[in-house]
Every structure is written in structure tokens, then in C-alpha cells.
């Protein structure tokens, strides 16, 4: 799997990309069965300058693999919170997507 990380309007610290990198990792069994065909494009932003107090932050992240692709996003007030629930929902869309194919298969099996 391939993966790019993108930071806007923010620095990326070596402890964030490796938070980062440790979270794509323990994801990596979830996308054995797509190879090499599979690549994840994570962009992490602190989002525009008018919030009155605090900082939010963005985690968008795209899956391209065969099949739909699948795209989540969150924003937090913490960089780290909102890798965290973006990666957490990529596993559950992953779960349902793969869901429907093993669905759809046994639709295909038995000559619906």
C-alpha cells in the first residue's frame, strides 16, 4: 500500500508522522487482499484562522482501491484526535465495503 501525507497551514513534526506512519501500520492488515493497487492519500490541516479560541484541526484521508473509493474526514482540536477518528472511520467503511463484495459474491455464486 501506498500512502502520502500532506500537512496545510501546519508543520509536520517528526512525532505527528510517526503517530502517522504507526497508525497506517496497524491498518495494513485490512488491506492485504488489494496489493499493490491500494493507496491512501492523508492530508492533515489546522483549518482557518477566525475560530475565537483554539485551534481545529482536519484529517481527510481517500482510499483508492478497487472498487469505490472511500473518503473520510474529521476535525478536532487536537492533530492527534483527528487522525485517530478519521483512521477509526476508514476502518469501519472498509469493513462495510468489503461487506458488500463478499455479498455481492455469493449473489454471483449462486446465479442471482
Not at 501506498?2 to 505527528?16: H, M, V, W
Not at 492519500?41 to 475560530?51: D, F, N, Q
Not at 472511520?89 to 446465479?111: E, F, I
Request: with cysteine; charged share 30%; aromatic share 8%.
Amino acid at each position: 500500500m501506498k500512502t502520502q501525507i500532506k500537512a496545510l497551514n501546519l508543520e509536520l513534526l517528526p512525532g505527528i508522522e510517526a503517530y502517522i506512519n504507526r497508525r497506517f501500520k496497524a491498518l495494513e492488515p485490512l488491506f492485504k487482499r488489494y496489493g499493490a493497487s491500494c493507496a491512501a492519500y492523508l492530508e492533515v490541516s489546522k483549518i482557518s484562522r477566525h475560530h475565537q479560541s483554539g485551534d481545529v484541526y482536519r484529517a481527510e484521508l481517500r482510499l483508492d482501491i478497487p472498487g469505490p473509493n472511500l473518503y473520510v474526514w474529521e476535525e478536532e482540536a487536537d492533530l492527534k484526535s483527528a487522525v485517530k477518528a478519521v483512521m477509526d472511520d476508514l476502518k469501519m467503511q472498509v469493513a462495510k465495503n468489503k461487506g458488500r463484495k463478499v455479498a455481492h459474491d455469493r449473489k454471483v455464486k449462486k446465479g442471482f
